[in-house]
């Protein structure tokens, strides 16, 4: 049973402090998420799971962002990255409901966020639905190949780890089901590929 969103909240809230040093294996790929941001070429981002900022710094040329975590820890040190990009604007929000009307925005990035929230394939479909059409998605998360998801334990070990912060067994068939989405780019990137990110196109 996957963990409900008030214990993904109160997982995020204990690892908010700590949160930059365990993401800084991952630093290189951020520069190539940005490098998918750029190729979008957004006058309006939308980060969905913003967390603590990290991608902030990266974002400089964008000219007008918008950034959404529901948990408030680590919503508190992503504003204190933000007051050094006045072109970012943060909100307490659901990645699986988001709070705003369709086709709002040029792109929307989702960085290691469908592999925390309780469903993610919800939390992609309003990322869709509030894009418009000919804009980009920026997807950035965990993907677990066949081979590991069907091995014996892999799935208790995920919802285990799930419950105290993020699952390990997503699949890349994720991004790739919906009708409304043409792949452009994708990279694999830390741990031998098991890291990934993908840019999107709304057609």
Request: net charge positive; charged share 25%; with cysteine.
């Amino acid at each position: 049973m996957a963990p409900t969103q008030r214990e993904i909240d109160k997982a995020y809230t204990r690892l908010a402090a700590r949160y930059d040093r365990i993401a800084e294996p991952l630093h290189r790929d951020r520069i190539r998420i940005s490098s998918l941001v750029r190729e979008a070429h957004p006058g309006r981002l939308l980060i969905v799971g913003i967390g603590t900022g990290l991608d902030l710094p990266h974002l400089a040329f964008v000219p007008e962002i918008f950034g959404l975590d529901f948990n408030s820890a680590m919503l508190e040190r992503a504003r204190q990255r933000a007051f050094l990009n006045r072109a970012a604007r943060l909100l307490r929000a659901d990645a699986q409901c988001l709070p705003f009307d369709d086709e709002q925005f040029d792109a929307v990035m989702l960085v290691l966020i469908l592999a925390i929230v309780p469903q993610p394939e919800i939390a992609l479909v309003e990322a869709i639905r509030v894009v418009r059409c000919g804009g980009h998605l920026v997807v950035y998360d965990k993907f677990a190949p066949a081979w590991l998801r069907s091995a014996p334990g892999f799935q208790r070990l995920s919802r285990f780890v799930h419950r105290h912060g993020t699952r390990l067994d997503l699949s890349d068939e994720l991004v790739r089901i919906d009708s409304n989405l043409e792949l452009i780019r994708e990279f694999r990137g830390a741990a031998w590929g098991y890291w990934k990110g993908f840019l999107l196109q709304k057609i």
